[in-house]
């Protein structure tokens, strides 16, 4: 428990293991089953190269993976789901399913076959249908090239101007057909001319809008005949052979393997599993006679991973010992089941380095207290209380959404917590005819709700700062502790007691005392950060007035929902059926759009305060995640 | 009267135009860390950082317009 609780990550130890080679597959085996070592690449010596392993069938397990990738790409856009169910094959009995995987390959790539023959057919429908009406019956006339004639298909703007172009053109052009398509919604045109194909179209260059290339309709067009009206026959029927062949086919693969959707599942899973372990392979090395792989552990998986060695052969060399300073240690970041969805700022920000602090359980107080205060209303919680546990029952497990739904359901709680401190539902004051007593009135207590938020300011950004000092006194540097940490809070200390002085109007030695602390904190933040601290004097104070968002983002909030209902109450005043339906609308309306607002607008402001002013404090970001070998990159947070 | 008016439009003007400065400011900063991001998605942190620093105008400008309105 006490460790569920901590502010750093995971204790590491690292570990060398080396053996006889030919012990090397199962103890692969064994790293992969206990999904613990977080294998480091060593870099190539004389002596040692990357490790070899002979798996039979690999090549056939890759293309089987492929083939069923695909196959259930395939599936999902035909809608059929296969959810990894975590379901696992044995290694040995892969092969029986290959057969299995390459006839779905099969089907679904005779499926696509046949729908593109389908597309195919359609263009050629469009092409032939659009020919017809322009009057061409025998595509022979357009085949036929007569010297010194040629035919243009273009679809133009204008018809009259054109045609009135046309006209004018008497010496090249012999006729010109037309008509409206009414799903392209513009005109199309088909002109017989003599001369120079480049003179017509140079004359009604701007009402064209494009010109189709008739040598290749006709190509296309050239296997069904030159009858249009038969093209067009021909067409219809095969297009109604090839709708049923593809029914019968979708039927065919529903029936057969929407039923196996577990079975394909493991497979998939199983052959994910394998392919990953011997894709790795290249970090274990070896040497004429040893094997030899090397990384870090949690400490308290050591002794199970030195035990599972062991029982392999003892004659296997396991060394385990404690990181050393410097080292890049990966990050493990393990939290109560409560604690661990806050672990997703994290992971957008940036992961902490291996011994620095993890503000993950500071987060899970601090975040839904800053969001509850800001939203502040029992309505509102309730209504997001309701939307993030839909979220989170629609979400798969461990996914970044999901979290986020687990946090705001937190947030809503809190929400709510503060809706009954400021006496609020929906923006009303009472809840039908109870009374909501207001422990802080935030439409009136203004100056109070700010003073808090700044108060708010004042712990967190302290407790930043002490964080600092303890990360700093944690590795013995006092002197950076002192001057890059500890300055800062003297600084505010004597900004108090000054203020305290004019404030209070008490006596002048507070201010006295006041203005030697400032100084002194002054020239510690110029020894300990020299001129760039001091050009960031005002920056304590613009990060306590951040705060002042606390109340001030709620306080819109608050404010929207007191006109929304004061429109409302004077709508249902009036009496009327149409008031009434104003009312409502106004309430369903108004309240969707604050409570979409109250949703993004704490999450944003809480989360910057915590990035901005708060991790600037201590934290130290650009630790390397802990992925241990066993363990698929997509279910790597499960 | 006159006075109370003078006082509402005072504090209207800090905090708008902080606000418009601010937001001026965020939007040069937000592009062009998004597009460091799209680059590189471990900008996020340094991002975020960067973009909301000019927000500070836009606090200043309402602790100085609840001074006015509270004074």
């Known amino acids: 428990m006490l460790k569920a609780l901590s502010l750093f990550p995971e204790k590491m130890c690292k570990v060398k293991i080396v053996a006889e080679k030919s012990l090397k597959k199962r103890i692969i085996d064994l790293l992969y089953d206990l999904k613990v070592l977080h ?95 322009l009057g061409v019956h025998d595509l022979n006339i357009l085949r ?60 009604i260059d701007e009402q064209v809008i494009r010109k189709y290339d008739l040598e290749s309709i006709l190509n296309l067009l050239q296997e069904y005949g030159s009858n249009t009206k038969e093209i067009l026959d021909k067409v219809v029927h095969k297009k109604a052979k090839l709708i049923s062949a593809i029914k019968d086919l979708e039927e065919t693969i529903k029936k057969k393997y929407v039923k196996k959707k577990d079975e394909l599942s ?53 060394e385990v010992h404690e990181v050393e300073r410097g080292e890049d240690v990966p990050v493990k970041i393990e939290h109560t089941r409560f604690v661990n969805p806050f672990r997703v700022f ?71 917590f503060f809706g009954f401190l400021f006496g609020e539902f929906f923006g009303f004051e009472k809840i039908g005819d109870y009374e909501l007593h207001s422990y802080l009135h935030r439409m009136h207590e203004i100056k109070e709700l700010i003073g808090i938020s700044i108060l708010f300011g004042l712990i967190h950004i302290n407790l930043g700062l002490i964080l600092g000092i303890y990360q700093k006194i944690r590795y013995k540097e ?17 900004v108090g007691l000054v203020a305290y002085k004019y404030i209070a109007n008490a006596s002048d030695f507070y201010a006295y ?74 309430f369903l309306v108004g309240h969707t759009f604050n409570i979409l607002l109250g949703i993004i607008g704490p999450f944003l402001h809480a989360l910057r305060l915590h990035y901005v002013e708060f991790f600037t404090k201590f934290y130290e970001g650009g630790g390397k995640e802990y992925k241990p070998y066993g363990i698929l990159d997509n279910d790597h947070r499960r | 009267m006159a006075d109370t008016g003078l006082l509402a439009l005072s504090a209207a003007i800090a905090i708008g135009a902080t606000a418009i400065g601010a937001a001026i400011a965020e939007a040069h900063i937000g592009s062009a860390a998004v597009a460091a991001m799209a680059e590189d998605e471990k900008f996020f942190g340094k991002g975020l950082l960067m973009t909301v620093l000019p927000e500070t105008l836009a606090i200043f400008g309402l602790v100085i317009a609840l001074l006015i309105l509270f004074k």
Request: proline share 2%; with cysteine.
């Open chain 1, 513 to 586: 005392t006041g203005y030697v602390v400032i100084v002194t904190s002054i020239v510690l933040i110029y020894l300990g950060e020299g001129l760039k601290g001091l050009f960031e004097l005002p920056g304590i104070l613009s990060n306590l007035l951040s705060y002042a968002r606390l109340g001030a983002v709620g306080l819109s909030s608050i404010a929207i929902a007191y006109v929304i209902n004061l429109f409302v109450e004077q709508f249902i005043e009036s009496g009327s059926i149409g008031g009434y339906v104003a009312a409502i609308v106004l």
């Open chain 1, 266 to 318: 493991a497979l998939l899973n199983t052959l994910q599993h394998v392919i990953d372990k011997y894709e790795q392979i290249d970090k274990f090395k070896e040497s004429k006679s040893l094997f030899y792989v090397t990384g870090y552990v949690p400490c308290k998986d050591s002794d199970r991973l030195v035990r599972a060695l062991k029982r392999i052969s003892p004659n296997i060399y396991i």
């Open chain 1, 39 to 133: 294998i480091e690449e060593i870099k190539f010596s004389d002596f040692m190269h990357d490790a070899q392993v002979d798996i039979e069938n690999l090549d056939k397990y890759s293309e089987m993976l492929i083939n069923l990738e695909s196959a259930l790409n395939e599936m999902k856009e035909a809608g059929y789901v296969i959810e990894n169910t975590g379901g696992r094959i044995s290694e040995n009995k892969l092969l029986k399913y290959e057969k299995d995987v390459h006839a779905l390959e099969e089907m679904f790539r005779k499926l696509k076959k046949l729908r593109e023959e389908y597309e195919r057919l359609n263009r050629i429908y469009i092409e032939a249908e659009r020919l017809r009406k």
């Open chain 1, 478 to 494: 006092y002197w950076h502790a002192l001057t890059e940490k500890f300055s800062w809070i003297l600084l505010q200390i004597g």
């Open chain 1, 346 to 416: 994290l992971d957008i920000y940036a992961l902490p380095k291996y011994r620095y602090i993890d503000p993950t359980l500071l987060m899970f107080f601090t975040f839904p207290l800053f969001y509850g205060f800001i939203l502040g209303d029992i309505g509102y919680g309730l209504v997001l209380g309701i939307f993030a546990y839909i979220l989170k029952k629609k979400t798969p497990k461990g996914s970044v959404m999901n979290n986020l739904a687990k946090v705001m359901l937190l947030s809503a709680s809190s929400s709510i």
């Open chain 1, 144 to 203: 036929d090239n007569k010297p010194g004639v040629g035919f243009i298909l273009v679809s133009i703007k204008d018809l009259d101007k054109t045609a009135e172009i046309l006209r004018k053109n008497g010496k090249s052009v012999i006729s010109f057909n037309h008509y409206f398509d009414e799903d392209a919604k513009r005109h199309f045109m088909l002109i017989m001319y003599k001369g120079k194909e480049e003179d017509i179209l140079n004359s």
